[in-house]
């Protein structure tokens, strides 16, 4: 069964209920005010009868025993109704009939003289002579507290009923007929109402036949509840598309990353494998060279060597960091001690990289102390990839500066470099994989393009973040948001899990500025 036909059977059978216990409840309302109003009628007829014939007979038991059959109804004998009466005596026989009643039995009660009797009146009871529906009640006759019999009054209820046969016919046409309206209003609606679905369900096999993702779904209305699926749909696509064009780049950029150590590799193979073909003739200086050519391609295929295990050990952490197993070791972390090993070690890095030592100048900007929730080794891995870019992208003469604040329930610690800058362009891409804003000179620079994306991994399994301000020419810095372990409890900082924040731009009590 469809979500569209359950929707309309639901909305048919509650509007049909609903109206059927309206019909009901008039139904019954109005059949007890015609039973209380023709109650009401027949007993004060009833007793105005019953006094009327006492009159007849001034009283005098022996005049009502004699002259019974000559009494006379004023009310029922002057008007013409459907109203007729008969008189009774003390045994039930009937005496005397109204005219009007012609010859229609009318049964009594069973309870009818036992309350005679008892000088109480009959209760109203209903019954049916010759296709006829008739109303009875019954009063008793007592003259000088001598029970002499009673006056029955009959009353016709034909019309009321045919009247309310009539109604009720007409409750259960309108009933039936507006039942039937509420299905086709309620297929319409759920027709409409659903309609989006239909649209995702089309775009969605579009995808399948086509394997187009470009396919979105026109959004009319965002703030109803299919409007809103309709539009997480579209987001999903989105996230779904770009996964996909990620991982074609992502295969694109192993591919070449890969092609070239391979290549350079076998290259050096190559050679190794022709020098050990060649005869050993020309002398001791051939041997010489051989030797140095031997160590020199044994060293770049060391290299290489290193350069793709390195890689492949990157692609492996940034692969269980998106399936959510990267290991993180919780603990309480002392960052300003961090950072300071981080300093240190710069030193290290810039000898590397340019040479020697004093290539570049390494400062320490502010120190605050500072205490957070996370894993040691992981932290100071972040802030080595960020220290090392900084010593690679940096010209001799150039100045790195670390510092570290606490800002409103946040560690702020900041890697700053007076280098060549990101462009506003890149600075939106270069937290994913394989990018890199000068290919030939990272390469050169030994950079394979996965640094800033673990690092930015890493931050968001902290629930941190790094975010980036850079100018060309001038240089760049680069902040690593930690949420500060507070001593009490305080209120939750705001969860920055998986969000990346790159470009020049600042949160509240942070100013950003180029390096």
Same mark, same amino acid.
């Given at each position: 069964?469809?979500?569209? *036909? @359950?929707?309309?059977?639901?909305?048919?059978?509650?509007?049909?209920?609903?109206?059927?216990?309206?019909?009901?409840?008039?139904?019954?309302?109005?059949?007890?005010?015609?039973?209380?109003?023709?109650?009401?009628?027949?007993?004060?007829q009833a007793r105005n009868i019953a006094s009327a014939v006492v009159q007849q007979f001034q009283g005098d038991v022996v005049?009502?025993?004699?002259?019974?059959?000559?009494?006379?109804?004023?009310?029922?004998?002057?008007?013409?109704?459907?109203?007729?009466?008969?008189?009774?005596?003390?045994?039930?026989?009937?005496?005397?009939?109204?005219?009007?009643?012609?010859?229609?039995?009318?049964?009594?009660?069973?309870?009818?003289?036992?309350?005679?009797?008892?000088?109480?009146d009959d209760r109203f009871y209903y019954v049916t002579s010759e296709g006829a529906a008739f109303l009875v009640y019954t009063?008793?006759?007592?003259?000088?507290?001598?029970?002499?019999?009673?006056?029955? *009054?009959?009353?016709?209820?034909?019309?009321?009923?045919?009247?309310?046969?009539?109604?009720?016919?007409?409750?259960?046409?309108?009933?039936?007929?507006?039942?039937?309206?509420?299905?086709?209003?309620? &297929?319409?609606?759920?027709?409409?109402?659903?309609?989006?679905?239909?649209?995702?369900?089309?775009?969605?096999?579009?995808?399948?036949?086509?394997?187009?993702?470009?396919?979105?779904?026109?959004?009319?209305?965002?703030?109803?509840?299919?409007?809103?699926?309709?539009?997480?749909?579209?987001?999903?696509?989105?996230?779904?598309? @770009?996964?996909?064009?990620?991982?074609?780049?992502?295969?694109?950029?192993?591919?070449?990353?890969?092609?070239?150590?391979?290549?350079?590799?076998?290259?050096?193979?190559?050679?190794?494998?022709?020098?050990?073909?060649?005869?050993?003739?020309?002398?001791?200086?051939?041997?010489?060279?051989?030797?140095?050519?031997?160590?020199?391609?044994?060293?770049?295929?060391?290299?290489?060597?290193?350069?793709?295990?390195?890689?492949?050990?990157?692609?492996?952490?940034? &692969?269980?960091?998106?399936?959510?197993?990267?290991?993180?070791?919780?603990?309480?972390?002392?960052?300003?001690?961090?950072?300071?090993?981080?300093?240190?070690?710069?030193?290290?890095?810039?000898?590397?990289?340019?040479?020697?030592?004093?290539?570049?100048?390494?400062?320490?900007?502010?120190?605050?102390?500072?205490?957070?929730?996370?894993?040691?080794? @992981?932290?100071?891995?972040? *802030?080595?990839?960020?220290?090392?870019?900084?010593?690679?992208?940096?010209?001799?003469?150039?100045?790195?500066?670390?510092?570290?604040?606490?800002?409103?329930?946040?560690?702020?610690?900041?890697?700053?470099?007076?280098?060549?800058?990101?462009? &506003?362009?890149?600075?939106?891409?270069?937290?994913?994989?394989?990018?890199?804003?000068?290919?030939?000179?990272?390469?050169?620079?030994?950079?394979?393009?996965?640094?800033?994306?673990?690092?930015?991994?890493?931050?968001?399994?902290?629930?941190?973040?790094?975010?980036?301000?850079?100018?060309?020419?001038?240089?760049?810095?680069?902040?690593?948001?930690?949420?500060?372990?507070?001593?009490?409890?305080?209120?939750?900082?705001?969860?920055?899990?998986?969000?990346?924040?790159?470009?020049?731009?600042?949160?509240?009590?942070?100013?950003?500025?180029?390096?």
């Amino acid at each position: 069964m469809t979500i569209r *036909l @359950r929707l309309t059977l639901w909305y048919t059978a509650l509007l049909g209920i609903t109206l059927i216990l309206f019909s009901v409840t008039v139904y019954s309302a109005l059949t007890a005010n015609v039973r209380f109003q023709l109650e009401q009628s027949a007993a004060l007829q009833a007793r105005n009868i019953a006094s009327a014939v006492v009159q007849q007979f001034q009283g005098d038991v022996v005049v009502f025993r004699n002259r019974a059959d000559n009494v006379f109804f004023p009310q029922v004998e002057l008007f013409a109704s459907s109203v007729g009466a008969q008189l009774l005596d003390i045994d039930g026989n009937v005496l005397k009939r109204s005219e009007n009643l012609g010859d229609i039995p009318i049964p009594h009660h069973a309870e009818t003289m036992p309350h005679i009797h008892a000088r109480k009146d009959d209760r109203f009871y209903y019954v049916t002579s010759e296709g006829a529906a008739f109303l009875v009640y019954t009063v008793p006759l007592v003259v000088n507290d001598e029970l002499m019999g009673a006056v029955q *009054l009959i009353q016709s209820v034909t019309t009321a009923l045919t009247a309310l046969t009539q109604v009720n016919r007409y409750l259960i046409l309108g009933t039936t007929i507006s039942i039937l309206l509420a299905a086709i209003v309620g &297929a319409f609606l759920a027709r409409r109402a659903l309609a989006p679905i239909d649209t995702i369900t089309e775009t969605a096999n579009a995808i399948t036949r086509t394997r187009d993702l470009g396919n979105r779904i026109d959004i009319r209305d965002n703030a109803s509840e299919v409007g809103r699926l309709a539009a997480t749909f579209n987001e999903k696509l989105d996230r779904i598309q @770009r996964l996909f064009q990620a991982q074609e780049r992502l295969i694109g950029d192993v591919s070449h990353e890969l092609r070239t150590p391979l290549t350079t590799i076998q290259g050096n193979i190559e050679l190794l494998q022709r020098m050990a073909a060649s005869p050993s003739g020309g002398g001791a200086l051939r041997l010489e060279t051989a030797a140095e050519l031997f160590k020199e391609s044994l060293g770049e295929v060391q290299a290489e060597s290193e350069r793709m295990n390195k890689m492949i050990g990157d692609l492996l952490l940034l &692969a269980q960091a998106d399936s959510g197993a990267l290991q993180i070791q919780m603990a309480v972390v002392e960052m300003d001690t961090v950072l300071l090993e981080v300093y240190r070690q710069t030193r290290r890095l810039v000898e590397h990289h340019k040479g020697r030592a004093d290539a570049l100048e390494i400062r320490l900007g502010s120190e605050d102390q500072a205490l957070v929730r996370g894993d040691r080794d @992981r932290l100071r891995q972040v *802030l080595v990839n960020l220290a090392e870019n900084a010593v690679k992208y940096t010209h001799e003469g150039g100045v790195v500066t670390f510092s570290l604040e606490n800002q409103t329930g946040w560690v702020l610690i900041s890697v700053a470099d007076t280098g060549i800058g990101i462009s &506003a362009e890149q600075q939106a891409l270069i937290f994913d994989r394989f990018y890199r804003s000068d290919k030939a000179r990272s390469r050169e620079l030994g950079g394979s393009g996965l640094g800033l994306s673990i690092a930015q991994r890493i931050a968001h399994a902290h629930n941190g973040k790094i975010t980036v301000s850079s100018q060309v020419g001038v240089g760049s810095t680069f902040t690593l948001w930690l949420p500060e372990l507070q001593e009490t409890p305080s209120e939750t900082p705001i969860n920055l899990k998986h969000t990346v924040i790159a470009g020049t731009q600042s949160l509240p009590g942070h100013n950003s500025t180029a390096a």
